[in-house]
T-cell receptor, first 115, second 117 residues
Framework: AQKVTQAQTEISVVEKEDVTLDCVYE???????LFWYKQPPSGELVFLIR??????QNEISGRYSWNFQKSTSSFNFTITASQVVDSAVYFC????????????FGTGTRLLVSP | DTGVSQNPRHKITKRGQNVTFRCDPI?????LYWYRQTLGQGPEFLTY????????KSRLLSDRFSAERPKGSFSTLEIQRTEQGDSAMYLC???????????????FGPGTRLTVL
């Protein structure tokens, strides 16, 4: 069975601060995929990134960066110089490559960025 | 617009009533998923279709829930005798089945928010 844990329920920062959202996952499969989604107040899930288990290279996209470490089963997400528009709930998710590839989500971290 | 669409976007109903939601996947996507998201939680898998066949159902899907995907196109999710605990956001996603073992990205619709009074 797969499991995703996001221990941080809510984080509050002031604009321009850096913030890291933690994600720890569990799976016995050797091939799997990790994701981050953003859910703004409108409710729609916005895809941010997908990483596969064979690629541990960190990735940077603008103010966003992701740190994938198989040794600690973690896939953390950092927002640099946060902005008010970053306020949302962020979900980490896991899928294995076999079968029908359902997504297993964590409980989410609510990020509040104040001006 | 060629994304996943869901209707209605909001539904308010009284306990005991039946409700039906519709999902229109991206054209030619043969995989379709339903998820449920309750307040303060992440989405949870409910059921999966490959074409018109319902191949997987979560134990969350009680016998009051039924889903169909006639002709492998749109899908409907019906809840009979709704209960207050059914209040949630119901999300639909679709993907295509690739030729190799690789991840086929799921594209999510905007969801249907159900409130049971």
């Amino acid at each position: 069975a797969q499991k995703v844990t996001q221990a941080q329920t809510e984080i509050s920062v002031v604009e321009k601060e850096d913030v890291t959202l933690d994600c720890v996952y569990e799976t016995r499969d050797t091939t799997y995929y990790l994701f981050w989604y953003k859910q703004p107040p409108s409710g729609e899930l916005v895809f941010l990134i997908r990483r596969n288990s064979f690629d541990e290279q960190n990735e940077i996209s603008g103010r966003y960066s992701w740190n994938f470490q198989k040794s600690t089963s973690s896939f953390n997400f950092t927002i640099t110089a946060s902005q008010v528009v970053d306020s949302a709930v962020y979900f980490c998710a896991l899928s294995v490559s076999t079968g029908f590839q359902k997504l297993v989500f964590g409980t989410g971290t609510r990020l509040l960025v104040s001006p | 617009d060629t994304g996943v669409s869901q209707n209605p976007r909001h539904k308010i109903t009284k306990r005991g009533q039946n409700v039906t939601f519709r999902c229109d996947p991206i054209s030619e996507h043969n995989r379709l998923y339903w998820y449920r998201q309750t307040l303060g939680q992440g989405p949870e898998f409910l059921t999966y279709f490959q074409n018109e066949a319902q191949l997987e159902k979560s134990r969350l899907l009680s016998d009051r829930f039924s889903a169909e995907r006639p002709k492998g196109s749109f899908s409907t999710l019906e809840i009979q005798r709704t209960e207050q605990g059914d209040s949630a956001m119901y999300l639909c996603a679709s993907s295509s089945r690739g030729q190799s073992i690789s991840y086929n990205e799921q594209f999510f619709g905007p969801g249907t928010r159900l409130t049971v009074l």
